[in-house]
């Protein structure tokens, strides 16, 4: 009855003890050891305390993720010690102004970085990008091309046009 309920990764891990009839105590044991043991909690705490939130991964989204980790690799902690734990691992633009406030609660701390997310991307419009040579679109390909001609059009004055009145 309990195999039948395993999830994915626990279903796959069974495949190895399918047939080995094992009693009730050995089989709490071996899924304790696999899932909840001393190489399982250190990956654990590793993963909690080294993971640093991605460029382009969304705030909310890792905050929950980590957040659960923490409540369950770290009990007893309060959650100022968890709103700490978690600040330190956001990315630095959203750290800087999450560093000004006091903030004393996951749901505080979290409505704080969406916010601050939100801020930042209105801040920061999305530039526009041009297609380079090899077909791929490049925001450095664009300002690229923008230094250059604002770099021609400061240098060089504009000419008396031999053709028309215009300056060009």
């Not at 190895?16 to 399982?40: C, M, P, R, T």
């Not at 993963?47 to 369950?72: H, M, N, P």
């Not at 990315?91 to 560093?99: E, G, H, N, Q």
Request: aromatic share 8%; with cysteine; hydrophobic share 35%.
């Amino acid at each position: 009855m309990v195999t039948k309920s395993l999830t994915v990764r626990a279903a796959k891990w069974y495949q190895a003890y399918k047939n080995l009839s094992l009693l009730w105590d050995k089989f709490k044991n071996e899924i304790n050891q696999h899932f909840a043991g001393v190489s399982a909690l250190n990956k654990l705490h590793i993963k909690l305390y080294s993971t640093k939130q991605e460029e382009k991964e969304a705030v909310g989204i890792f905050l929950q993720k980590k957040y659960l980790l923490a409540l369950r690799l770290l009990p007893q902690a309060t959650d100022q010690q968890v709103v700490s734990l978690l600040l330190d691992a956001l990315k630095p633009s959203i750290k800087k102004v999450l560093r000004a406030a006091t903030i004393s609660s996951f749901q505080e701390l979290i409505e704080r970085a969406v916010q601050a997310e939100s801020d930042e991307v209105e801040e920061n419009p999305r530039k526009v990008t041009r297609k380079t040579t090899n077909g791929k679109t490049t925001a450095a390909a664009q300002q690229q091309n923008n230094n250059q001609a604002d770099f021609v059009h400061n240098t060089h004055p504009l000419r008396q046009c031999h053709y028309c009145p215009g300056q060009h």
